[in-house]
């Protein structure tokens, strides 16, 4: 796993997410399976801060595919200087991913960690890039060769959301 810059991370890191987005979706309909099709769909988001300022949460609303509901939790470690990022979400009801740990370097941060894609052993990062502009992005990639090589499957582009 990439051991990301952590020495610049700090807890205001996603203080730029903090409010309500609009989101537009891409992902990969097959993963894992050299696949190029791609299904585009719209959501919104509502982020805010837990724990006083050391973690925060965000609640992901979606319609696509009957609709869903996710949740991401993130957490700062400030004796190592990185965050854990986990998600849930309603279509696997009392399961919460894995972590990916890591930090930001100016406006792109990367987090990875181990799951399991299919019962097999995969790395998993995002990538949170241009969160220092008003259409910040984050993207999901998986690598089932140790790193090596890596497929995107999950892109969402997100703009302010005018509701609350």
Same mark, same amino acid.
């Given at each position: 796993m990439t051991d990301v810059l952590q020495n610049e991370a700090t807890a205001s890191d996603f203080d730029f997410?903090?409010?309500?987005?609009?989101?537009?979706?891409?992902?990969? %309909?097959?993963? *894992?399976? =050299?696949?190029?099709?791609?299904? $585009? @769909?719209?959501?919104?988001?509502?982020? %805010?801060?837990? *724990?006083? =300022?050391?973690?925060?949460?965000? $609640? @992901?609303?979606?319609?696509?595919a009957g609709g869903f509901i996710g949740m991401s939790f993130r957490f700062f470690d400030p004796e190592r200087r990185r965050w854990s990022i986990y998600w849930a979400d309603s279509r696997r009801p009392g399961e919460l991913d894995p972590p990916v740990f890591g930090a930001f370097s100016g406006d792109v941060g990367v987090f990875e960690g181990d799951d399991l894609y299919k019962g097999r052993p995969i790395l998993v990062r995002f990538t949170w890039s241009g969160v220092t502009t008003p259409t910040p992005r984050w993207e999901q990639a998986f690598s089932d060769d140790g790193g090596r090589t890596w497929e995107t499957n999950w892109v969402m582009d997100f703009t302010r959301g005018e509701w609350q």
């Open positions: 997410w903090f409010g309500s987005w609009d989101v537009r979706n891409r992902w990969l %309909r097959r993963r *894992l399976a =050299g696949s190029d099709d791609w299904e $585009e @769909f719209d959501a919104t988001v509502v982020a %805010r801060p837990l *724990l006083g =300022g050391v973690g925060n949460e965000d $609640e @992901f609303r979606t319609d696509h």
